[in-house]
T-cell receptor
């Protein structure tokens, strides 16, 4: 399966600031996703990062708050803008398989970025 | 009602014992099913896919009951390293890019 590098692994930020999380995959993948996992809860899909076009956001998430870039098939960024303590969460990048061969239908996650907003 | 529901646990299991738990889903059109394992402060990792006929992978057995809309996971001969949160994941579309729904997880604690 794909190897995903995500950074930063953790950060503590001040209210009102913004943080950009990077996700690098070791192979080209068609589908990349950004999830959020709040303390004690399950994963919630924020958006699908589309290469060469605007991300597709899920209900409750908007581009102004969570702008996403996907300049190529191996890289994406998620920005958490104008942060508040409610944004404290783990943010996870994920991809669907490697696009070919085994694992093509498996969702693989990066190690996550643990964000604390003061 | 949540689309995917799990008993949060924790299930406290003596080492060597068997533990089983279920996950119910609300959408009868759901097509594929998975169990993921998440260790504390780690990302979820695929444990196994769940096939219609049921499947086994070593000490782990997964079952699907479409009529009652639930999947199950059974762990035999539990090891201390099996302690984790097990996430039920349901895909509601036939293609690979279907929207996945995650359960909140079932915590398993294996004790010596």
């Amino acid at each position: 399966s794909a190897v995903i590098s995500q950074k930063p692994s953790r950060d503590i930020c001040q209210r009102g600031t913004s943080l950009t999380i990077q996700c690098q995959v070791d192979s080209q993948v068609t589908m990349m996703f950004w999830y959020r996992q709040q303390p004690g809860q399950s994963l919630t899909l924020i958006a699908t990062a589309n290469q060469g076009s605007e991300a597709t956001y899920e209900s409750g998430f908007v581009i102004d708050k969570f702008p996403i870039s996907r300049p190529n098939l191996t890289f994406s960024t998620l920005t958490v803008s104008n942060m508040s303590p409610e944004d404290s969460s783990i943010y996870l990048c994920s991809v669907y398989g490697t696009g070919v061969g085994s694992g093509a239908n498996v969702l693989t996650f990066g190690a996550g970025s643990r964000l604390t907003v003061l | 009602r949540k689309e995917v529901e799990q008993d949060p646990g924790p299930f406290n299991v003596p080492e060597g014992a068997t533990v089983a738990f279920n996950c119910t889903y609300s959408n009868s059109a759901s097509q594929s099913f998975f169990w993921y394992r998440q260790d504390c402060r780690k990302e979820p990792k695929l444990l196994m896919s769940v096939y219609s006929s049921g499947n086994e992978d070593g000490r782990f057995t997964a079952q699907l009951n479409r009529a009652s809309q639930y999947i199950s996971l059974l762990i035999r001969d539990s090891k201390l390293s099996d302690s984790a949160t097990y996430l039920c994941v349901v895909n509601m579309k036939t293609d690979s890019w279907g929207k996945l729904q995650f359960g909140a997880g079932t915590q398993v604690v294996v004790t010596p």
